[in-house]
């Protein structure tokens, strides 16, 4: 059995393309999904808030990697901590406690790969679609339909977000 998965042709999605989502106070766009790579993986593109961070949380089902193209965040996973700037790249394996917050004043942009593909169908379901360009206006986030997204997609909290270091 090949490693490699084939998939019936070319996929091509070009700067400022995909599904845009509002998330949590972020933009995430759907680049790539299971659906298009025939499971393989999903691919965001994120643009993500100053001082934002996700609680601390475990993946069952995919490993996530981080691409940081812009901005500064500290990333937890496990028992360790570290800086990425851009071009840094993070695998954190799936079963494993993390979370990142971002550091500064300005957002971060990173591209995010869950690895098999799947996961990234999580962003669509815990949040709704852009209704233009840039970050969604300030709301509260709806917790009740990010703790349905994360059962569906085998995600579950296990602690608080981060705090920024340096504002």
Partial sequence: MSAYVETAEAVVVGPGEGTAIWFQGNRITLKATAASTGGAFGLVES???????????????EDETFWVLEGEVTIRCGDRTFRATAGAFALLPRGVPHTFVVEGDRPARMLGILTPGGGEAFFAAGGRPAEGDGFPPPAAPDIEQLRRAATQFGNRIVGPPMTPTRA
């Fill in 47 to 61: 643009m993500v808030a100053p001082g934002f961070s996700p609680p601390l949380h475990i993946h069952d089902r």
